[in-house]
């Protein structure tokens, strides 16, 4: 296989961002789709084959540490310094696919309590409270795991996601009906409509 940097025609210092951004516009120019009934779409094939190969190549070389070239973490610990590292950047992305790179039998607590800081920090509330919870059930000794529970603990309900199941008795009942009820009866009066019946 030619070098995957040069299939992409990026540096072998590119972020891992400069990187996707080379293999989206490649993948937009070969795609399969824009050669139909066209005499290169074996060629614009093969050079999309090509592409992806390379892209998975590097981005697997990245997420593993050297002598691992299985594109896993074999001991999940090691991965946890960097994804730390990168949540301290907010790159979130990039964290959460080391995370993702863990396999599901070495996941302990603190791939747990990293999935939720990760999830915390994009808003996705509900997602990030059970990823703690998880942690903290599997340590709860851990302050850090109990602190970051807590926290999303507080945010669970009062923002929307549109990941949380509303309407299913967990976080939503007949009072919040009444409440939003209630508010719209009271910006009716200020605007001198009628009164709205509560249930």
Same mark, same amino acid.
């Given at each position: 296989?030619?070098?995957?940097?040069?299939?992409?025609?990026?540096?072998?210092?590119?972020?891992?961002?400069?990187?996707?951004?080379?293999?989206?516009?490649?993948?937009?120019?070969?795609?399969?789709?824009?050669?139909?009934?066209?005499?290169?779409?074996?060629?614009?094939?093969?050079?999309?084959?090509?592409?992806?190969?390379?892209?998975?190549?590097?981005?697997?070389?990245?997420?593993?540490?050297?002598?691992?070239?299985?594109? $896993?973490?074999?001991? *999940?610990?090691? +991965?946890?310094? @960097?994804?730390? %590292?990168?949540?301290?950047?907010?790159? /979130?992305?990039? &964290?959460?696919?080391?995370?993702?790179?863990?396999?599901?039998?070495?996941?302990?607590?603190?791939?747990?309590?990293?999935?939720?800081?990760?999830?915390?920090?994009?808003?996705?509330?509900?997602?990030? $409270?059970?990823?703690? *919870?998880?942690? +903290?059930?599997? @340590?709860?000794? %851990?302050?850090?795991?109990?602190?970051? /529970?807590?926290? &999303?603990?507080?945010?669970?309900?009062?923002?929307?996601?549109?990941?949380?199941?509303?309407?299913?008795?967990?976080?939503?009942?007949?009072?919040?009906?009444?409440?939003?009820?209630?508010?719209?009866?009271?910006?009716?009066?200020?605007?001198?409509?009628?009164?709205?019946?509560?249930?």
């Amino acid at each position: 296989m030619k070098d995957p940097y040069v299939v992409l025609g990026v540096s072998k210092n590119a972020t891992n961002e400069q990187i996707k951004d080379a293999y989206r516009e490649l993948a937009r120019k070969y795609h399969p789709d824009n050669y139909a009934d066209n005499p290169l779409s074996d060629l614009a094939g093969e050079k999309m084959k090509e592409i992806n190969e390379a892209y998975d190549a590097i981005m697997n070389s990245r997420r593993a540490p050297k002598g691992n070239n299985s594109g $896993y973490y074999n001991n *999940a610990n090691s +991965a946890f310094p @960097e994804v730390r %590292n990168l949540i301290n950047q907010n790159r /979130l992305e990039q &964290a959460q696919e080391v995370l993702d790179g863990v396999p599901p039998q070495s996941r302990n607590a603190e791939w747990y309590f990293l999935n939720g800081t990760v999830l915390y920090r994009r808003g996705w509330f509900d997602q990030a $409270y059970t990823s703690f *919870a998880t942690a +903290a059930r599997m @340590e709860p000794m %851990n302050p850090e795991y109990r602190d970051a /529970l807590n926290r &999303a603990q507080r945010q669970t309900g009062s923002q929307y996601n549109p990941y949380r199941t509303y309407g299913t008795g967990t976080n939503c009942d007949g009072c919040d009906c009444c409440t939003n009820l209630l508010c719209a009866d009271c910006c009716c009066e200020c605007m001198g409509g009628d009164l709205i019946p509560c249930c």
